[in-house]
């Protein structure tokens, strides 16, 4: 037999494991809705039903999955094409039904659907009247009803020696609510044609059909949109009726406000002596329903900006999410952050003189501090001219700036994705553990904005910027989930000498991948120039001048060199690796000759310092270097050899 719901085309296509009903079925109703424009409902949808890793935003993916390719194949041809998925299924359904040309249904707003009462399905085909309401209204409720009575009345002579409980009552609702009709003299109805009852026997039966009246107008679309639901034990067909709106709306123009804050309609007499029996409406008016409805504060992300290039939002998919945690812990089932990460964001320090530091509260996140820290500093200095106090507004802007530029250099450069992705927290779990991936209590509630130019980031970014900057937030984890993603996981592990690497080192460190990451835009496992050819074994380093530098007490102890593209930094700023904590060195005048004398600031994210720490270095001036001289003296000497550092009467830090 044909098919008479949209089960038949999820049952007959090779659904993923992931994929279920309700995600197939609200991917098909959001393509509805957005090919429909009916973007305000949309909206709202989405935030009442977060779209999942299981939702389908590719078209040609959903007509796949749902097999109707053919369908929308033959639509084409059609001199009047129906616009969206649905209407094409719907239109299917009702030619393999015996409803000829369908087409002439949908433009006299002709429908066909049922009401499921206790088990009873009671299908029918409705036509709503294009013509005024106010024209032979009397005459056509009257007809509607002698028609719904004289049938009723023929099958209840049939249905004496019946049982059936379930039929008994929807006779018993079509009755009462026939009463309703006859009252009423505005029925939107201008034809009426056979109702089918089937039962749990799928016994089919005649009885007329029910109609209701008209609604009240929408504030925004001549539209209604309905839900359907498959019951065990009977067959389902999709229902919707578009009301045109006549001029004799039975209803109050204004609609009363409920305590909720929808608008609600006031009862009919007809309706308010049917209180105790449970009527399913076929009409579900959307839009009356989010009368009230301030969607406007509902914080879901930035405002889709067309002109800036923010592409939609989307939620982070369980895919990318194990992705994510491999990358960093080199498994998805087993650590995760620690609360020295999950605690630190981008906040600032209001100690006077002070006010363009970040704050570090414990160990763990100081080497993507470092990098942001060493890039606002560089900011501040070319827009202030040495002038380090800025004001608070002007800090954020910096930092939105900084965060921006990082994370649109790991996009863009060699290899990367192209498309900056935003991470920002949902507040709610977007998906559930699964058999390769746990829990952790972040990256499940991760959503991302894409965006693909460099204004469309920073204006994302900025709307962020509070996520980033809670003080008790996971600012940091977002900023490194937003890094990973817009450079790609893929390109991440190529950058690397060795794939299997991980980004977060031993005891919750950043390792120096992470750091490079921040730094110049890829993973480079090396701060040497260029390349290295080990007996074949080709070891990548940094591949240009760099404007950040990097110096690190590693080159003190010859574990390894650091090349000139990162030692002699072009803004006279280097994060400094010491001791296993990153924090920072700059000049206020920009990089100099390693054998001119050059006046050093230092800064500690962690530090609690009441002030800058201000060093002269005299390089070339033959010093001789111990091991027990304090760590950064022993950092600047691997850029000014030999050089003598004053701490002009400060206690050196050791």
């Known amino acids: 037999p044909p098919p008479q719901t949209l089960q038949h085309y999820f049952i007959q296509s090779n659904l993923r494991m992931n994929q279920t009903v309700e995600s197939v079925s609200s991917s098909l109703f959001r393509e509805y809705l957005y090919r429909n424009n009916y973007r305000s409902t949309l909206e709202a949808f989405d935030r009442e039903v977060p779209r999942t890793s299981n939702s389908i935003t590719n078209r040609l993916e959903l007509a796949k999955v749902l097999h109707i390719l053919k369908l929308i194949k033959a639509n084409k041809h059609r001199e009047k094409p129906y616009i969206s998925m649905a209407e094409i299924i719907v239109a299917d359904l009702m030619t393999k039904a015996g ?27 409705f036509s709503l009247a294009k013509t005024d309401l106010n024209s032979d209204k009397k005459k056509k409720s009257s007809e509607v009803n002698n028609t719904h009575q004289q049938c009723l009345n023929n099958h209840a002579s049939k249905d004496k020696t019946s049982s059936n409980n379930s039929f008994s009552k929807a006779r018993l609702l079509r009755n009462n609510h026939l009463k309703h009709i006859g009252k009423s003299n505005s029925s939107p109805f201008k034809d009426v044609s056979t109702l089918q009852v089937v039962g749990s026997s799928q016994k089919t039966r005649d009885i007329a059909p029910a109609t209701t009246p008209a609604r009240p107008p929408s504030r925004q679309r001549n539209s209604y949109s309905e839900f359907e639901s498959l019951q065990e034990g009977a067959e389902m067909l999709p229902l919707s009726l578009k ?106 320090n ?14 763990g996140p100081c080497g993507i501090l470092a990098a942001v820290q060493a890039l606002i500093i560089k900011t501040l200095l070319e827009n202030n001219r040495g002038n380090l ?58 959503q991302l904005c894409r965006c693909n130019s460099l204004a469309a980031t920073e204006s994302c970014v900025q709307e962020f910027l509070p996520q980033f900057q809670s003080p008790t937030g996971k600012g940091c984890i977002l900023f490194l989930y937003s890094v990973i993603l817009s450079r790609g996981v893929e390109t991440i592990r190529s950058d690397m ?37 080990l007996d074949g074994k080709i070891l990548k380093g940094v591949r240009e001048q760099q404007d950040i530098g990097l110096l690190t007490l590693y080159e003190y102890y010859k574990v390894f060199e650091v090349g000139s593209y990162l030692k002699n930094a072009k803004s006279g700023v280097w994060v400094i690796c010491s001791e296993s904590h990153y924090s920072v060195l700059f000049s206020k005048t920009g990089s100099s000759s390693a054998y001119q004398k050059i006046d050093l600031y230092y800064y500690d994210s962690l530090g609690n310092q009441d002030s800058l720490y201000e060093l002269t270095v005299h390089p070339d001036s033959g010093f001789q270097s111990s091991d027990d001289d304090p760590p950064l003296e022993l950092c600047i000497r691997t850029r000014w050899k030999n050089a003598k550092v004053d701490w002009n009467g400060a206690e050196p830090l050791l």
């Open 99 to 125: 409803i000829q040309n369908p087409e002439v249904c949908i433009e006299e707003r002709q429908h066909s659907g049922e009401v499921n009462c206790d088990g009873l399905v009671i299908k029918g085909t």
């Open 389 to 446: 106090s800025p004001g608070n507004a002007e800090r954020q802007q910096v930092l939105a700036k900084v965060l921006s530029s990082i994370l649109w250099n790991a996009a863009n450069y060699e290899g990367g994705s192209k498309c900056v992705k935003v991470c920002y927290d949902s507040g709610r779990s977007r998906f559930q553990s699964a058999l390769m991936y746990r829990n952790d209590g972040i990256t499940e509630k991760v």
């Open 350 to 363: 209001d100690t006077n003189e002070l006010e363009f530091g970040l704050v570090q509260h414990k160990g």
């Open 243 to 348: 009301n045109d709106r006549g001029t004799s709306d039975p209803f109050p123009s204004e609609p009363q406000k409920m305590k909720n804050g929808f608008d609600k309609s006031p009862k009919l007499p007809s309706e308010q002596n049917n209180e105790g029996m449970e009527f399913i409406d076929i009409e579900c008016d959307i839009d009356n329903e989010l009368m009230g409805l301030d969607l406007n504060s509902i914080n879901s992300g930035p405002n889709v900006q067309t002109s800036n290039s923010v592409k939609k939002l989307e939620d982070l998919s369980i895919k990318d999410a194990v992705s994510l945690r491999e990358i960093i812990f080199g498994n998805a089932t087993g650590i995760s952050f620690n609360p020295e990460w999950e605690q630190q964001s981008f906040t600032f």
């Open 497 to 533: 000498d060795e794939p299997g690497s991980i980004l977060m080192a031993n005891h919750g460190y950043c390792s120096q991948e992470l750091v490079n990451l921040c730094l110049i835009g890829y993973s480079a496992q090396n701060v040497f120039n260029d390349t290295i050819d």
